[in-house]
């Protein structure tokens, strides 16, 4: 198919455009004032592997087969008898109750879907001021036909309500739930042939809008080159509740936002003499995450429910309330604040949000070639997450304090205790470790680490190339040599344009005297 896009950069007024290479590892470029801009439609590949599952899962009797026992259907495991002989392993549940689920799911595509399309626009600026390079971009992305799934086995009949939980429909009866909350998912299904019959489709979708501050400070040399940027994102994806998460019907589809809004950027090089450092520091908004009950307890055999926030001074589970008082008030504040603003409802989508985090990587680059190697050699360092480094060096392994590391906080309000048949309704144990994104309740790590590079040039010099190919009529015409005229003016307008007005800008830097500026003036203004 055809992907229509344009484009179009204007450019006006501002300083002469120039480029200076300052060593092997940084350059400074200066360019007229610019708007640029475009649209344009993207459309996605299918992956080759999408037809894996479904190319498996055909229901038939050649197809994959699955065994789901649960609650008083599972037999009990044996870890250590398992480990030396895999023959034990029970091949059947316990019984042939609600509780056993043996018959094969199916994997399917619509006939309708297709592959993601995207329209994308963007529009931005440039301008070089006397203290400071400033750049501005914003884009915007309209994502159609994304995928999602839908469960046509699925009856959708509600069999009872939770009262206590805004009248949250469950798609199994009451019955067929085990005292300790276990249910199965065998009575919401249409047909008891199959389980999950799932069905790929492309009808939903999303967008995104972004906007970036880029700038870079005037400042002298001998302080060193810095680049400071913001970026404000915000990314918003319809969904079903076999995708992600629901508050009662599966099929519902509901909107939420998962990326962080807030990112700032900080990257900055010195000179030390014969030895430049770089550093890169990122500040990320915490992610956005949904809390969540530990457990299947609508009946869609999905482990994805959100939760619903009891009030503590209204329930009359004592215990309950007591676990909730506290979690309101050791919980993060970010954590406790979304629970609290949801008091007595069901809890949004993505509706809770995680802590900063912060990265911080550095680059040292020797400017001197390692001996006996005749200049082509240089010897660099990377250090990859310092701030997890430090917290590492300051805490010890066993009290990390997450520097470095990609905050992720634990999603799940509450885990399934039981089932009251009396009053239909489930029991639930509050998870202390709620909205936390401590270390120690993760086994994810990002470690610190220092890599040694050697880069060895086996080709000629970038200079010398860049001459070379100056030296010619056009680059890629090896052999031809150029007019004088041509080469001067290749040198003027690729690299100085302009020297007096690029001396006089960076007159701070150089040191020079006032004598100095006023004689480069009169060679200018000639």
Known sequence: GVSPRVGFVWRYGGLPPYSIRMSSISRINQSFTQIRGGIGEFRSVLPSTLLADASTQTGLPGGARRLVCTGPATPTPNWDVFNSNASTVPDTCIGTSTFVDTVPSVRLFSPTFRPADSWRASLGWTRSF???YLAIDGTYSLNLQQSSTRDLNFSGVPRFNLVGENNRPVFVSASSIA???ALSSVEARSSSAFGPVLERVSDLRSY????????????PFRIGVFTLAYTYFDAQAQSRGFDRTTSGDPRDISWANSSPRHQVMIQGVHYFGKVAVSAFVRASSGFSFTPLVAGDINGDGL????AFVFNPSTISDNTLAGSLRQLFSSAPKAARDCLKSQIDRIVGPGSCTG?????????????????ATGGRAHLTVNLSNV????????HGASHLQGWG????PDPTLYRVTGFDQSSKAFTYAVNPRFGSASPSTSTVRNPFRITLGVSLDLGRSFDEQMLQQNLRIAPAMVGTRAPLDSIKSRYQQVYFPD????LLRFSDSLALSRDQIEKLQQQRSQ
Not at 208 to 219: E, G, H, L, S
Not at 303 to 306: A, P
Not at 387 to 394: I, N, P, S
Not at 499 to 502: F, N, R, T
């Open 130 to 132: 006397k203290p400071v």
């Open 179 to 181: 005292t300790s909350g």
């Open 208 to 219: 995104a809008r972004q906007i970036t501050v880029y700038a870079i400070p005037d400042i």
């Open 303 to 306: 482990s994805n429910d959100r």
């Open 355 to 371: 802590p900063w985090s912060a990265t911080l990587n550095a680059y040292v680059y020797l400017m001197d070639a390692l001996p």
């Open 387 to 394: 701030f997890g480094g430090l917290d590492e060096l300051l």
């Open 405 to 408: 590391m990609s905050a992720s």
């Open 499 to 502: 020297i007096y007005s690029v």
